[in-house]
Structures are given as C-alpha cells and as structure tokens.
C-alpha cells in the first residue's frame, strides 16, 4: 500500500463548479497534511495546510481532514480554468531518517469553459 | 508565505561535467532544506533530506557521491550534480521548512538541467 494515495485523473469539472480532491494516508501518526498545486513545467506551490479534524477554509479553498478515516479532502468552489493544474496531497511522516513529507502522485484537475 | 530561491532556473552542460545548484531561503531561516528530483509526468521523488552543519541523509537509491549537498548555513544549500550525464537531465527542486509556521515547506521554483 502506498504511503500517501490520490486518483491520478484527470478530473474535469466545469467552469463556475465545485472540484473536489480526495487523498488517503496511512500512517496513522501523522499530524500534518498539506496540498500543493502544480502547474505544468513550475514547481509546487503550497495553497492549504490543515493540522486537525474538520474543515479548514481559505478564500475558495476548503481543506478538510478525517484522521479517523486517514483522508484529506480539497475542496475548490468555484473552479476557474486557472485552476486547471496538477494538485498534491503532502502528507508529513515520521521516519528514522527525521519528519519529512510524503506526496502523492498528484491529481490532475482540468477546468472547461 | 515564505520565499525560497533556486540559481540557476536551467542549465545546459555537457556529459561528464559537474554542474552546481543553489538554494536560498530570503526571508527566513531553514535548518532543514529538501531536493527532489521530477521527470517529465512523474511526480516528485525526494533524493536528500539536507541538514544545516551536518551530513544530509540521502534516499534509497540515490548516490550520494554523485550527487553532492552542502548545507553550510540556514540558508543557503547546494546541490552539485558531479560527472553528469544525459539521464541526469531532470527538473530539480528545493525546498526549505519553514519552522515559524508549523514546518511548513516552501519549493523553490526548480531548475531544469539538460545534459548533452
């Protein structure tokens, strides 16, 4: 089973709709849970970061966290064509080698005009 | 949020040259700083976990004398990829936690490296 797992899509949704991105963890220690967005070509940029259970909002983002069911969610409303791009779930492990982050292989999410 | 830099943002260079990459936390101090490695559709795969004043710790598979981290101070880390060749051409990232804000990481925006 893979530490950190994500639908590799894509997804598409359509302009004006609610994208919704869903993340499975499987380290039960874990404490914090990040998503990125990552266009193509640049390098990830942090947009969410969520510590504990329940929902976690920031313009129209909505980070939500079930430690319970090891899921991490992102909700985007309002979906824009800019924010078509490839979305990771980050998720920080405790390892021999130090805490470090564990991402997943990314969900592409396409938004149609 | 916080800003990290990477120098130079891609590099040509021939087979069998070493090639340097720096990263630069500006506005904060990082003792701990990260480089990953990202292939055209792959997704990101962390090579070096780099300490400041210590050795970094290098993932599984990855040789550490080719691929040389300094970290000599809190912010500042380099990676230099030595006797490069065509398969090291790749997209390298850094990233530096950003321990005021919950070990937050920050990426820098990468460096292409093409190997001819």
């Known amino acids: 089973q893979k530490e950190v797992e994500q639908n590799s899509g894509p997804l598409s949704v359509p302009e004006g709709a609610i994208a919704s991105l869903n993340c499975t963890y499987s380290d039960r220690g874990s404490q914090s849970f990040f998503w990125y967005r990552q266009y193509s070509g640049k390098s990830p940029e942090l947009i969410m970061s969520i510590y504990s259970n329940g929902d976690k909002e920031d313009g129209r983002f909505t980070a939500q966290l079930n430690k319970a069911s090891q899921y991490v969610s992102l909700l985007i409303r309002d979906s824009q064509p800019s924010d078509s791009a490839t979305y990771l779930c980050a998720v920080n492990i405790l390892t021999g080698g130090g805490n470090k982050l564990t991402f997943g292989t990314g969900t592409q999410l396409k938004v149609e005009l | 949020g916080a800003v990290v830099s990477q120098h130079p943002s891609w590099v040509i260079c021939k087979s069998g040259t070493s090639v340097k990459i720096e990263c630069r936390s500006l506005d904060f101090q990082a003792t701990t700083m990260f480089w990953y490695r990202q292939f055209p559709k792959q997704s990101l795969m962390l090579m070096a976990t780099?300490?400041?004043?210590?050795?970094?710790?290098?993932e599984q598979g990855v040789e550490k004398d080719k691929f040389l981290i300094n970290h000599a101070s809190l912010t500042l880390s380099t990676l230099t990829v030595t006797s490069a060749h065509p398969e090291d051409s790749s997209f390298y990232i850094c990233?530096?936690?950003?321990?005021?804000?919950?070990?937050?990481?920050?990426f820098g925006p990468g460096t292409r490296l093409t190997v001819t």
């Open positions: 780099s300490n400041e004043g210590s050795k970094a710790t290098y």
């Open positions: 990233s530096a936690r950003d321990q005021r804000e919950y070990n937050e990481q920050y």
